[in-house]
T-cell receptor
């Protein structure tokens, strides 16, 4: 998706390893999000950031940390990966104007993470 | 805490038939999304419903929103095999869009058989 870059696309970790998923946007939006999707489930919000320097917990924050050091980038860190964190992770592209009716979230291919 | 419930969760139907997927949510919101997901793929945005009484149609799919009943429906008319997929509704508590993210239903896995 033009406007957001999420890396890596695939990753395999061993239990206890750490890693950081990166998300960068060039839409100049204040809000950014991290979701996870497990098999047979809808997406669940892990963390979100309403503006640079602020972060808030979503529905399933345990086992994750996030960082929003600047407006462009929102990273998700797994300090000690567990098999329960095997999932597909999404940082959606947001389009339109925040606070307006044309605001939407679009989901790219995500990051497929397997923890063994 | 906002809860979003879809039903049915699984639906097998024949081509040519009509059916409706329901999405109930637990808090006031006038901003609801429908997505489609094919196996192994990401989510594709179908509809954005922004006000009470909103109705949108694309091909054989029609979505509506009743904010007073806290209910959205996705109606499938004369189903065809290509519509087989998982359909998700998602609710944004923040009516202006943005801020604190979307809450998704568990999805309706739809299989359309010839």
């Amino acid at each position: 998706n033009a406007g957001v870059t999420q890396t890596p696309k695939f990753q395999v970790l061993k239990t206890g390893q750490s890693m950081t998923l990166q998300c960068a946007q060039d839409m100049n939006h204040n809000s950014m999000y991290w979701y996870r999707q497990d098999p047979g489930m809808g997406l669940r919000l892990i963390y979100y950031s309403a503006s640079e320097g602020t972060t808030d917990k979503g529905e399933v924050p345990n086992g994750y940390n996030v960082s929003r050091l600047n407006k462009r980038e929102f990273s998700l860190r797994l300090e000690s990966a567990a098999p329960s964190q095997t999932s597909v992770y999404f940082c959606p592209l947001t389009t339109g104007t925040e606070g307006c009716t044309n605001y939407e979230q679009y989901f790219g291919p995500g990051t497929r993470l397997t923890v063994t | 805490e906002l809860k979003v419930e879809q039903n049915p969760l699984f639906l097998s139907m024949q081509e040519g038939k009509n059916y409706t997927i329901y999405c109930n949510y637990s808090t006031t919101s006038d901003r609801l999304y429908w997505y489609r997901q094919d196996p192994g793929k990401s989510l594709e945005s179908l509809f954005v419903l922004l006000s009470n009484g909103a109705v949108k149609q694309e091909g054989r799919l029609m979505a509506s929103l009743d904010t007073k009943a806290r209910l959205s429906t996705l109606h499938i008319t004369a189903a065809v095999h290509d519509l087989s997929a998982t359909y998700f509704c998602a609710v944004d508590e923040y009516s202006g869009g943005g801020a604190d993210g979307l809450t998704f239903g568990k999805g309706t896995h739809l299989i359309i058989q010839p």
